[in-house]
Structures are given as structure tokens and as C-alpha cells.
């Protein structure tokens, strides 16, 4: 079939919106139609260049939502007409990984989904003959995009797509950081740097767990005001000595959890300084630069302060993703906020101008 689809043709430059083939899908796979998109962060990672395993040509995107279409041979977990978030990390339910409370990192088809292809190791996107390779396993700045069964969340139709494709990426990313990784216990002190997506989804975590203090720290006032409506306690404005005031501001000892969002390894440090002696624990979700490495001062480490990294929040993605979905229809996690303009397919590179002039916290593409 015939879809419109954002390529990524070389790096450092606009994508370009045009008309590529989609192969039907083959067996453990389903065809999807995108009804919306979120514009991430590391989709204008990856277009920039600056992520050293990037490829290309490409469609990029990976934070989608639609309505499955058509499935291949074999597939019973999504049919025609059920509603599904994308999933850049998948869960087969049955490698090691899966099975294990302790991470959410599906080995079933990662070696290919980093090369850029499908579980067999080739595409369904083609152009003039020339394939075209899948982004994130996912692909989702297109019209319609085949993925892999066990890379779909399914979700209950009640839940509207324009806001159900964050949980795709940034928001079940901040939410699980702080729900999965860090297991925010009721009554903690918790900080978290950085008011995008990511960490406001953080900071709606934290208060979902209980915490009695949650702390922002970030840049832009309108952020902090935003991190105030998703439960932040205190706001600070991020600056050279923000270390220092996060340990007046708990008695002098720093906070049971910190969370950095910002892909700054300077913020990463802060993050890790200003966590509790004893038992601080500070959670890196941030991607940082091709190169970049965390300088720590290893007395902080030696006093009892412990770094954990969080992919995509360890959020299992076909179990958890739904709850999220459920929590937001109850009111528990306010969405709306979250998405500050709407674009259409064409108007693509707009999205990744307003990122980087931190107009808003997340473009979403509408479809159709």
C-alpha cells in the first residue's frame, strides 16, 4: 500500500514528507493506523546525528497510537479494531528478561530493532525498490506502520489517542522512573530535575507513590508552574547552587530519591549530590551526549548514595502501559497539560523547531 511518511534522508537535515510503499505484515505482526504522534525528544537525537547508532534513510518517530487494521499469520493478542500504543521496547513475556521483576529490557528481538529492521530482518518500507528502514521498531511518523504483536500495547477505546500516545514514550518513561525504578515509598522527600515530559512524568509518579515533598528543579517558570499542577511541592529554578539549597531545604541531609531528566551529565552529577546520604538514591533517565560521561566524586558513593539508570521507566510495556491508560481515565494522571500544540504530518519539522526552543512540552501529529 501507498502511505505518506516523514523520511529521515541525512542527518542534520528537515525530514521530508513523502509517499513510500508498505508491505503487508508477514507473520507475528500487525498493520497499524497511526492516529497520533508525539514529537520526542530522541526522534530530533537521532535526525540530528548526534546519536553515534543512528541510520538512515529512516522513518522516524516511536511515540504513536492507532487502530490495528490487518495481522499477520499467528498473531493473537491484537486484532482488527482494538486500539494500541507503540512500543519502542517490546515485551515477548517469554526471554529471561520478561520474566524477571527486574528489568523490562526484552531480548526477543533487540539486536534487530537496533539495526533498523524488523524480526526477520528485513522492512516493510520501501521506496522505488529501495528499503527503508524502521526506526525504534516503531516508525510512527507515518500514516500507517507495521510492528512486531509483542511492540503493541493494547488499550480500551475509551482512552483518546492524541493523549494516549505519550504513554508510548516521555510520560510512562517519568511515571515508571519513580513507580519501577526507584520505588518511591509514601512520605519520601523527592527531586526531580527537569520539567519536560519525562519529569513531570516523574513528579506525577512520585505523588501517585506518596511522596510527602516533591521538588523541581528546571529553568522555565511556566515549567515549574506546570510541575506544580502534576503535584510538585517546591519549585526551584535551576541554577549553580542548587545542590546546596536542596540540602537546606531537607535538614541538611539531601533527598531519599532525585530524578534527572534533562540528558545534561552536569544535572546528572547534581542529581546524584543532592540525593540523601545513606540511602539516596538518584535515577538517570536523561540521554546524554555521544561521548559524555558522569563525573562523581566517589565519597558520595562510599557515604551511601547508589545511581540507577531507567530505561523507558522499566515499564513492561503490553501490562503496564494500559494501567497508565486506566489511571489517566480515572483522573489520576492529568494528561492535557502535557500537549501544547498540533500539527499535522507536513508540519513535522515544526515540531522538532518548537523542542528546541522549549515551546511547550510535547507537539503531537494528528492524522487524517
Known amino acids: ?19 513510500l510503499d508498505l508491505a503487508e505484515p508477514r507473520a507475528g505482526e500487525a498493520l497499524v493506523r497511526l492516529v497520533a504522534c508525539g514529537v520526542c525528544h530522541t526522534d530530533l537525537y537521532t535526525a540530528s546525528g ?41 515485551q515477548c513475556r517469554e526471554c529471561v528478561h520478561c520474566r524477571d521483576t527486574r528489568t523490562n529490557l526484552c531480548l526477543a528481538i533487540r539486536e534487530q530493532q537496533n539495526l533498523g529492521y524488523l524480526p526477520d530482518g528485513t522492512t516493510r518500507l520501501s521506496r522505488d525498490g529501495e528499503r527503508i528502514r524502521h526506526f525504534m521498531g516503531t516508525s510512527t511518523f507515518a500514516e500507517y506502520t507495521v510492528m512486531p504483536e509483542i511492540a503493541l500495547a493494547k488499550i480500551t477505546r475509551d482512552a483518546p489517542l492524541d493523549r494516549a500516545c505519550l504513554f508510548a514514550c516521555g510520560l510512562s518513561t517519568g511515571l515508571g522512573a519513580a513507580i519501577n525504578t526507584a520505588k518511591v515509598e509514601a512520605g519520601a522527600t523527592c527531586v526531580v530535575f ?27 517558570s511556566e515549567r515549574l508552574e506546570l510541575a506544580r499542577g502534576q503535584g510538585a511541592t517546591h519549585t526551584l529554578h535551576a541554577d549553580d547552587d542548587v545542590v546546596e539549597q536542596i540540602v537546606e531545604l531537607t535538614d541538611g541531609f539531601g533527598a531519599d530519591y532525585t530524578f534527572e531528566a534533562t540528558g545534561n551529565v552536569r544535572v546528572m ?8 546520604m545513606g540511602w539516596g538514591l538518584a535515577t538517570v533517565c536523561g540521554v546524554a551526549g555521544r561521548g559524555e560521561t558522569l563525573d562523581v566524586v566517589p565519597r558520595f558513593l562510599i557515604t ?60 503531537v501529529i494528528a492524522f487524517g
Not at 194 to 220: N, P
Not at 335 to 355: A, I, Q, W
Open 304 to 363: 551511601g548514595r547508589r545511581v540507577a539508570g531507567s530505561s523507558f521507566g522499566g515499564v513492561k510495556g503490553r501490562d503496564q502501559v494500559p494501567e497508565f491508560v486506566e489511571r489517566a481515565l480515572a483522573g489520576d494522571i492529568d494528561v492535557d497539560p502535557f500537549v501544547s500544540h498540533k500539527l499535522t504530518l507536513d508540519e513535522v519539522n515544526r515540531g522538532f523547531e518548537l523542542m528546541e526552543a522549549q515551546d511547550g512540552i510535547r507537539s
Open 194 to 220: 527537569g520539567a519536560g515530559m519525562v519529569g513531570l512524568g516523574a513528579v506525577a509518579g512520585c505523588r501517585l507513590q506518596g511522596a510527602e515533598r516533591i521538588v523541581c528543579v528546571d529553568l522555565s
Open 269 to 276: 552529577r547534581q542529581a546524584v549530590e543532592s540525593a540523601r
Open 1 to 19: 500500500m501507498k502511505i505518506r511518511a516523514a523520511v529521515l534522508e541525512q542527518f542534520g537535515a528537515p525530514l521530508a514528507v513523502q509517499e
Open 50 to 90: 548526534a546519536d553515534h547508532s543512528g541510520y538512515a534513510p529512516t522513518v522516524l518517530g516511536h511515540e504513536g497510537a492507532g487502530i490495528v487494521e490487518r495481522v499477520g499469520h499467528g498473531v493473537t493478542s491484537v486484532a482488527p479494531g482494538d486500539h494500541v500504543v507503540t512500543l519502542f521496547s517490546p
